[in-house]
């Protein structure tokens, strides 16, 4: 079973639109949250962490968590074409280490 | 944050050889990572490298493929050995700043097997 799971996209939205990134995770009790952009051909940078249920806001980014649903999600507003990029959601388990990431959903933000 | 330095940032290398890849990481760190991302795919988890210990490989990896060192707290190498097309992919390099926080992520190696 998939610790972390993506909608793998492509998702398409027009610049400035609000675009809506889910994930979901296996582990009940994980404790911290994360979202990260990857551009094509660079490694992944952190954008968001969540830790707590509800809401977090940084700029456009405003992350979501809510744990007895075991999701979380990251909302983008008023997307502009350089959002466009994979998006990742890592997740660390209990006991775990390291993270573990989900396939990633590949956004497109449409001029 | 921590900052991490990889090199190469690329190589295309001849089936059979094999490849060192190097991790400079800014500060001290207890753990380092060492990810593969397979073309299109996420990243998956070869091993985790301690100072001072065998590094501890993740299923499907094994050492005698993947041979890693770290021989300090700041630095860590990943030998993908005796290579064949299929070990073309992106391998990156990781830090994280304690238990449960973010990882960070050297720049990566886009390796390409011919």
């Known amino acids: 079973q998939k610790e972390v799971e993506q909608n793998s996209g492509p998702l398409s939205v027009p610049e400035g639109a609000i675009a809506s990134l889910n994930c979901t995770y296996s582990d009940r009790v994980s404790q911290s949250f994360f979202w990260y952009r990857q551009y094509s051909g660079k490694s992944p940078e952190l954008i968001m962490s969540?830790?707590?249920?509800g809401d977090k806001e940084d700029g456009r980014f405003t992350a979501q968590l809510n744990k007895a649903s075991q999701y979380v999600s990251l909302l983008i507003r008023d997307s502009q074409p350089s959002d466009s990029a994979t998006y990742l959601c890592a997740v660390n388990p209990t006991g775990a280490n390291n993270l573990f990431f989900g396939t990633g959903t590949r956004l497109t933000v449409i001029p | 944050s921590a900052v991490i330095s990889q090199k190469p940032s690329r190589d295309i290398c001849q089936r059979g050889t094999s490849l060192t890849i190097q991790c400079q990481v800014d500060s001290q760190v207890t753990m380092m990572f060492w990810y593969r991302q397979q073309p299109g795919q996420s990243l998956t988890l070869i091993a985790t490298?301690?100072?001072?210990?065998?590094?501890?490989?993740e299923s499907g990896f094994v050492i005698d493929k993947f041979p890693i060192s770290r021989p300090n707290l700041t630095f860590s190498t990943l030998t993908v050995s005796n290579m064949s097309p299929e070990d073309s992919s992106i391998y990156l390099c990781?830090?994280?700043?304690?238990?449960?926080?973010?990882?960070?992520f050297g720049q990566g190696t886009r390796l390409t097997v011919v």
């Open positions: 969540i830790y707590s249920n």
């Open positions: 990781s830090v994280e700043d304690g238990p449960y926080t973010e990882a960070f």
């Open positions: 490298a301690n100072q001072g210990s065998e590094a501890t490989y």
